[in-house]
C-alpha cells in the first residue's frame, strides 16, 4: 500500500533542517523553539522507520536515507514557494471584473482605458456573460450587478439607476407625435418596461398585443435594431447618451420610467481592503457621479417616476 503522507508540520521542518543544515537555524526560520523543530523531526523518523539526521554534538548531520529525500522536498518546497507568490503577484497586478453585456459595452468599456491609465501596473480582464458569477467562489474580483444591492456576502455600491424609455432614430421621430403612435410601430425590448412606460405616459390599457413586440435577450441589441431605423426601443437614456448625444439616437417623449433594480458595483464583504479593489471603486464611483449616479438608490429620492 502506499504511504501516506507525514503530517505537513513534520516535512516542513524536515525540509528547513536538511536546507540549513541546522535544528536551532531552523527553529528561527519557522518561528519554532529547537525542542519542537526536534521534536517534529523525530516524528517523522518514527513514522518513516529510519533516521534522517545524525545528532552530533555541535551539528546534526544528514543520513543516507536523508540525503536522498533531503533534495526531492527542498524543491517541492520551492515549487509551492513560487505558486503561491505567482497567485499571489496575480491578485495584486490583475482585476478581474464582470459585467452583463449591454453596460460593460456601452458605459465600462468606453472608460476603462482611462482607468488603466491612471493605474499602469494593473492590468484588467473583464467579461461580459450574462450568467450570475458567484463573486465569493471565483476568480473575479468585482462585478456590476443588477438588483436591490442586497447579496449575501458582498458589498454593494450603487452604481447607476436602471432607466427605461422609448428611443429611436431620428428618422422616425416624424411618426411620433403622441405616445400612442408608438403602438404603430415596431417595438423592441422587455414587455414590462413597454407596459410600465405607457402606463407612465397616461396609457395604462394600451394594447400591446395588436403589434407585438421583440423581446431580444440583450438590451443592447434592441437599441442596434432601432438605430439601424427598424423601429422603437425601450431602453436606457444613461447607458445611451453617447448615441443620444450624436444624434443617432433620439428620446422622443420625456417620460422616463425606472426599473425596481438598479445598478450596483459588488465585491465580497471580506475584501473590501483591497488595494485594486478600493481603487477601481473610488474610480468608477466618480465616474458615475458624472454618467447618471447623481441619482439615489431607490428609497433614497423622490419615488414620483418609479415603477
Avoid at 116 to 140: C, E, I, M, W, Y
Wanted: with cysteine; charged share 20%.
Amino acid at each position: 500500500m502506499a504511504l501516506s503522507l507525514p503530517s505537513l508540520s513534520a516535512i516542513r521542518a524536515f525540509e528547513a533542517a536538511a536546507r540549513l543544515r541546522s535544528f536551532t537555524r531552523a527553529a528561527d526560520e519557522l518561528h519554532m523553539t529547537q525542542a519542537a523543530v526536534s521534536y517534529q523531526i523525530k516524528q517523522l523518523e518514527q513514522r518513516l522507520g529510519f533516521s534522517l539526521f545524525e545528532r552530533q554534538p555541535r551539528q546534526v548531520v544528514l543520513t543516507a536515507a536523508g540525503q536522498r529525500l533531503a533534495p526531492v522536498v527542498i524543491d517541492a518546497f520551492k515549487q509551492l514557494q513560487s505558486a503561491f507568490a505567482q497567485a499571489v503577484d496575480r491578485a495584486e497586478t490583475e482585476l478581474a471584473i464582470t459585467a452583463l453585456p449591454t453596460i460593460a459595452a456601452t458605459w465600462l468599456v468606453p472608460r476603462l482605458g482611462a482607468f488603466q491609465l491612471a493605474h499602469p501596473k494593473l492590468a484588467v480582464r473583464l467579461d461580459t456573460g450574462v450568467p450570475l458569477v458567484d463573486l465569493a467562489n471565483s476568480d473575479f474580483d468585482v462585478g456590476i450587478r443588477i438588483g436591490a444591492g442586497q447579496w449575501p456576502g458582498l458589498h454593494a455600491d450603487f452604481l447607476l439607476p436602471n432607466l427605461f424609455t422609448p428611443l429611436c432614430s431620428p428618422a422616425l421621430r416624424i411618426q411620433l407625435r403622441t405616445p400612442r403612435d408608438l403602438l404603430g410601430l415596431p417595438r423592441f425590448g422587455r414587455e414590462r418596461w413597454w407596459r410600465a412606460w405607457f402606463a407612465l405616459a397616461g396609457l395604462p390599457d394600451a394594447d400591446l398585443g395588436a403589434r407585438p413586440g421583440v423581446e431580444l435577450d440583450i438590451e443592447q441589441h434592441a437599441v442596434t435594431a432601432a438605430i439601424a431605423g427598424h423601429g422603437v426601443a425601450i431602453s436606457s437614456p444613461v447607458l445611451f447618451a453617447p448615441d443620444l448625444a450624436a444624434g443617432r439616437l433620439l428620446q422622443p417623449f420625456d417620460t422616463v420610467g425606472r426599473d425596481d433594480r438598479d445598478y450596483w458595483l459588488a465585491y465580497p464583504a471580506a475584501r473590501q481592503g483591497s488595494a485594486k479593489i478600493r481603487a477601481f471603486r473610488e474610480w468608477l464611483l466618480e465616474q458615475a457621479a458624472v454618467g447618471g449616479g447623481e441619482i439615489q438608490p431607490r428609497g433614497k429620492r423622490d419615488g414620483a417616476r418609479a415603477i
